[in-house]
């Protein structure tokens, strides 16, 4: 009896541990067998047109008392701590929310839009409005401090899930459909948008449990809260890790659906066909298609080009007249979009190069003509655009090897930072082309004190480890520069996506690196101060 006694004295920590006030949200349906729910035809093109999708899981994915479970939960979390917003930490603060993401219905659009092996990125955010919450400004979600070119393809999205109804009066989120292939340099901020644009904002009201997945380049803001309660609405992004080969999504058109829906979704945008058409085409992992010459005037094209110089209200017409020219694919047409590159101000030759990396041609003649802008342009943002294309043509040959390992260590960190991103979206490399591209991001990692060059490359060589179980390429010293930069990198992201690129790499040293740092960082959300 004694020893029942002191028993039971020991173990009464955990008595009260059972009875933490951290309280779990049952959710007893096991999604990870469900097939995910793919995208059809037109939720794509209507993707690629609006640059969003309001998603919605059924009552069989998440029963409605789980969405507000997840907002009683939230409001038990003390955001006037010194930790204040949980931020980055949201998911470990409420685990539950990862159940949204394993849904068929999150899992099938965000394979659909980022191909297999997505992965959620580090950064998130708990947006929680108050009563009284005033009218942001317009603006498109900065890379957390860092500049680079921003990709028109969908390569990386946000997911914003609301787990209470968002009703007009509350703020809910305004978004501007169509909005994403707009991104002019001299707008950051900005009450307004240009008129020139054709494009119209959006106010999201939606039920409980919606999901609302925006392109990450689409401009929106958040507005007043006008009502009586808080407006909760959680952000989470995801990264494509793969250069599409095949269609991810619900296929049948091998062409950009022309149903009447699609038609009149189009008409109330600005006419960006020859890009939505290429978009399109890469998606399928299809050859991008040529149109007829004759049926366009390449001086009247040039002068489209060159007029977002004047103006950022000309910026479609710019990026119109860009992908016409691309998809001519003549000779000429080429060199109007080189001058472009080279001659443009910023903003044309951001159209310029979108259109160099969408030209038709040969993978030869892609990568020679992205070369010439970069060997002939005065401007070092000319020089980073042409590494950006060099990356998004996919196809490398020696030269564009030669250029890109040697620009990644160009005295220009705008060039360096581009140059070690666009290495990992290369396909196709042989053992030995891999060697050395993966030689030049370790250097880059051991020699660079420039963040953003830093998870850049941890990124690019997290995408290129796949390539590795064939190659057989020695990954040692990598290795070790990851995991010093996993334990003692002073940025979040950089952390992230050393762990990231650890949790590719085809060896054991690799993955036991990794579990010991994640078991050692690891987060108790059941612990109490008690």
Request: aromatic share 8%; proline share 5%; with cysteine.
């Amino acid at each position: 009896m004694e020893m029942d006694n002191k028993k039971s004295r020991d173990n009464s920590h955990l008595d009260y541990q059972k009875k933490t006030l951290i309280r779990v949200i049952e959710t007893p349906l096991d999604l990870s067998d469900r097939e995910p729910l793919l995208l059809d035809d037109e939720s794509m093109a209507k993707f690629l047109i609006e640059g969003y999708l309001v998603l919605k899981p059924s009552e069989n994915e998440l029963p409605g008392d789980f969405h507000s479970n997840i907002a009683a939960k939230t409001k038990e979390l003390d955001f006037s701590t010194w930790e204040g917003n949980p931020g980055n930490n949201i998911l470990p603060r409420l685990p539950e929310l990862a159940r949204v993401f394993e849904t068929p219905t999150a899992r099938g659009a965000l394979t659909s839009v980022l191909g297999e092996n997505y992965v959620m990125h580090s950064h998130r955010w708990a947006h929680i409005n108050p009563p009284g919450f005033q009218d942001q400004k317009f603006h498109k979600d900065s890379f957390f401090g860092y500049k680079g070119p921003r990709n028109h393809r969908p390569v990386w999205v946000m997911l914003m899930y609301y787990p209470c109804e968002v009703t007009y009066d509350i703020g809910p989120t305004c978004i501007v459909p169509g909005s994403q292939y707009l991104s002019s340099k001299t707008m950051a901020h900005v009450q307004e948008l240009p008129k020139n644009w054709e494009v119209k904002s959006k106010k999201m009201v939606c039920p409980a449990g919606s999901l609302v997945m925006i392109h990450y380049d689409l401009w929106h803001r958040g507005t007043k809260n006008k009502g009586d309660r808080d407006r909760f609405m959680f952000k989470f992004q995801f990264l494509r890790t793969q250069i599409p080969t095949e269609p991810t999504w619900d296929n049948k058109s091998e062409n950009f659906p022309d149903t009447e829906g699609i038609k009149q979704i189009q008409m109330m945008y600005p006419n960006l066909t020859p890009l939505w058409n290429q978009m399109w085409n890469w998606m399928r992992g299809s050859p991008l298609k040529r149109i007829d010459p004759n049926t366009e005037d390449l001086k009247k094209l040039e002068s489209d080009l060159f007029s977002t110089s004047k103006a950022d209200d000309n910026e479609p017409i710019s990026l119109r007249s860009a992908c016409t020219l691309a998809s001519i694919g003549t000779k000429e047409s080429l060199e109007v979009l080189k001058r472009g590159a080279t001659k443009g101000s910023e903003n044309v030759a951001r159209s310029a190069m979108l259109g160099i990396c969408i030209a038709p041609l040969d993978r030869e003649g892609s990568i020679k003509l992205a070369l010439e802008v970069l060997r002939d342009a005065d401007e070092d943002v000319a020089r980073a655009l042409s590494c950006f294309a060099l990356g998004n043509i996919h196809i490398a040959n020696k030269s564009s090897i030669d250029a890109l390992i040697k620009a990644s260590q160009d005295k220009s960190v705008g060039v360096r930072r581009t140059a070690v991103e666009a290495m990992g979206k290369l396909m196709g490399l042989g053992k030995e082309d891999l060697e050395r591209i993966l030689q030049a991001l370790c250097l880059a990692l051991n020699e660079s004190h420039d963040d953003q060059v830093l998870y850049s490359a941890s990124f690019s060589i997290g995408q290129l480890a796949r390539s590795c179980f064939s190659a057989e390429v020695s990954l040692q010293a990598i290795t070790k520069e990851l995991v010093r930069l996993s334990l003692h990198s002073g940025n979040r992201y950089v952390r992230f996506f050393s762990l990231w690129a650890l949790q590719q790499i085809p060896t054991v040293e690799a993955k036991d690196a990794l579990l010991k740092i994640l078991w050692n960082s690891r987060w108790c959300e059941l612990t109490t101060s008690k």
